[in-house]
């Protein structure tokens, strides 16, 4: 069974800082790499919303534009983690924050979405409070 299980979520204020892990393990992980990691977001009321995306090889990366320049993501393939640094965080950056694992094209369009994505995390929460 695959699990991605997410860590270093918190209650932080505005302007500051927190990383998030995303760990994978399982058999279908046992090679982690040839897999596109996404973060999502979520808050009460509202759909799912992409966070950040890389590519199998860390060589691409995809972000909103509500966290550019903001967040970064990265993955370390040895690890089977990926991160989500989060820096300058905002009060509407407050949400349930998943990670998702899946085999896609690497494409904008199609890497934001949910559907590509076959493994999913429970979610960690950030809180950012004003």
């Known amino acids: 069974q695959v699990q991605l299980v997410e860590s270093g979520g918190g209650l932080v204020q505005a302007g500051g800082s927190l990383r998030l892990s995303c760990a994978a393990s399982?058999?279908?992980?046992?090679?982690?790499?040839?897999?596109?990691m996404g973060w999502f977001r979520q808050t009460p009321g509202k759909e799912r919303e992409f966070v950040a995306a890389?590519?199998?090889?860390?060589?691409?990366?995809y972000y909103a534009d509500s966290v550019k320049g903001r967040f970064t993501i990265s993955r370390d393939n040895a690890k089977n983690t990926v991160y989500l640094q989060m820096i300058s965080l905002k009060s509407e950056d407050t949400a349930v924050y998943s990670c998702?694992?899946?085999?896609?094209?690497?494409?904008?369009?199609?890497?934001?979405?949910?559907?590509?994505?076959?493994?999913w995390g429970q979610g960690t929460q950030v809180t950012v409070s004003s």
């Open positions: 890389i590519s199998w090889n860390a060589g691409s990366t």
């Open positions: 998702a694992a899946g085999q896609a094209p690497w494409t904008y369009a199609v890497v934001r979405t949910t559907g590509p994505y076959k493994y």
């Open positions: 399982g058999p279908a992980f046992r090679i982690f790499s040839p897999y596109v």
